[in-house]
């Protein structure tokens, strides 16, 4: 019924069934994304106040976009 594409998948009874992965390693890695502080992300918060203000400024409306 189904075709094995990668050896590291299997197919049981129409189920795919995946390797088991190391947790606390893959935790540690999105915790390492998100604590990463760069240089542009100053930045990027600096540009997304500036567009929220700018798109906020001429609305038709008195609501907010962004309250």
């Known amino acids: 019924m189904y ?7 299997s197919a049981e ?10 947790v606390n390693q893959a935790l ?7 604590v990463e502080e760069s240089p542009e992300r100053e930045e990027q918060r600096e540009t997304w106040e500036y567009l929220k203000q700018a798109l906020d400024e001429d609305r038709l409306s008195d609501r907010k976009l962004f309250p």
């Open 28 to 34: 540690t890695l999105l915790q390492s994304w998100d």
């Open 3 to 9: 075709e094995r594409i990668d050896k590291n998948l």
């Open 13 to 22: 009874a129409g189920k795919f069934v995946l390797p088991e992965i190391d």
